[in-house]
């Protein structure tokens, strides 16, 4: 049946009562508190009436995405690998939903569903920080996009566009990237699609979809303007008091490279190729950051010298040192410079590297094999001691 909803009082029915084509109600409003009890309870605002008022739905089955199970082509990868396109995040949201808005649907669908009412509800949703756009662009104009709703660990995509071809794959595999470096456990893509199907995504019953729910953590939910670029970083320290080294270290990270949004325990590992008097501690971290590669090396060494660390001229090997900040991945970005390779060239090879990763991005595909940091730690044959230390 189809629920009428009291308009004073934010709340919906068991959504599992919908009918069978997902409608479950109509009514309240589309304020932020709205739209956020819906997703929280696995329901999503599609279409409104001419008098703006919301129809609510919750459709069984639920077409999601694994995001390490999504797809993508070798047409797609070249396209990415080539940089002729670029993704900015959470710079353009307005633009892109309506850009949405104004493609053309089949008959069924009729006129699109993202009216004005829907566009100023979302851009008040993004303005909270938990609305969030990922954006194409070719010779810096805007050609494509897609935007969305975060809570806990998950994405739910709303919508995409594109005025060039692939330009929206483009966005899609850009957020896929994002989803995968913050360890987000699904994208509810919502309703089925060929398309979206292609792309890895596939229909699980309602219920199974509201499991996962049932398993969620508000606090964990990544609020605010997310960064256009995501750096994974591995620090470490075996002189000094290594803890509030690595405590200051990452402080200074988080002040002048970007956001840290996620970070792994600490371990305490072996020097690898030298003896010492002090095994390492390491911490992996992800850092959401507007700046590009080399400029968060120089941060990096900036660091590392400010913390005490000094690079004898002409030191061949390795060393013990009070801080050692190395750049692992920057997006899947593949590059090799005179003073910067991406994805660093041995971290495959080394277990101290790979535990941690594991712990904070277990599905990332490493951009060169393809392969996942799991399956990369399982096949790792590094026998160096790596111990959990807190």
């Known amino acids: 049946m189809v629920f009428r909803l009291n308009d004073d009082s934010v709340g919906f029915p068991d959504p599992r009562l919908s009918e069978a084509d997902g409608f ?10 709205w739209l956020l009890n819906a997703y929280y309870m696995g329901i999503f605002p599609w279409y409104d ?9 919750s459709p069984d089955p639920r077409m999601l995405l694994r995001p390490s199970e999504f797809r993508c082509s070798k047409t797609l990868r070249r396209l990415l690998r080539s940089g002729r396109m670029e993704v900015r995040v ?4 307005r633009q892109v939903i309506e850009g949405c808005s104004h493609v053309k649907r089949d008959e069924a669908c009729g006129e699109s569903w993202i009216t004005s009412h829907f566009i100023d509800a979302y851009c008040e949703l993004h303005r909270q920080g938990f ?31 594109h ?11 850009r957020m896929v990237e994002f989803c995968t470096l913050h360890n987000f456990r699904f994208v509810d893509a919502q309703m089925y699609t060929p398309h979206l199907a292609s792309l890895g995504a596939k229909e699980v019953p309602r219920d199974s979809f509201l499991g996962l729910l049932a398993e969620q953590d508000l606090q ?71 700046l590009e590669a080399d400029e968060v090396l120089r941060i990096a060494l900036d660091i590392e010298k400010e913390l ?5 001229q002409g030191a061949v090997g390795y060393a013990s040192r009070t801080m050692d900040i190395d750049l692992i991945f920057y997006n899947s970005t593949m590059m090799d410079s005179p003073h910067l390779t991406l994805p660093h060239p041995r971290m495959q090879d080394r277990r101290f590297v790979l535990e941690p990763l594991v712990q904070i991005i277990p599905d990332f595909r490493h951009p060169k094999t393809g392969k996942t940091m799991r399956q990369l730690f399982e096949e790792c044959t590094d026998l160096g001691a790596v111990k959990l230390y807190f």
């Open 24 to 33: 479950l109600a109509f009514g309240g409003d589309m304020t932020p508190e």
């Open 49 to 57: 009436d001419k008098d703006g008022v919301p129809f609510w739905y």
């Open 90 to 93: 959470d710079t353009a949201f």
């Open 131 to 161: 609305a969030h756009s990922f954006e194409t662009y070719l010779d810096g104009q805007l050609v494509g996009g897609l935007y969305g709703v975060s809570l806990s660990d998950y994405f739910c995509g709303e919508s995409m566009f």
């Open 163 to 173: 005025l060039v071809d692939n330009a929206s794959k483009v966005a899609f595999a």
């Open 220 to 290: 964990r939910t990544y609020r605010g303007q997310w960064k256009n670029n995501s750096v994974v970083l591995l620090l470490g320290s075996n002189v000094g008091e290594r803890v509030p080294l690595l405590m200051r270290a990452v402080g200074e990270v988080a002040s002048r490279i970007g956001t840290v949004s996620c970070a792994s325990s600490l371990y305490e590992t072996e020097p690898w190729g030298f003896e010492a008097e002090q095994n390492f501690l390491n911490q992996a971290v992800v850092v959401d950051t507007n």
């Open 308 to 312: 005490g660390r000094v690079r004898p």
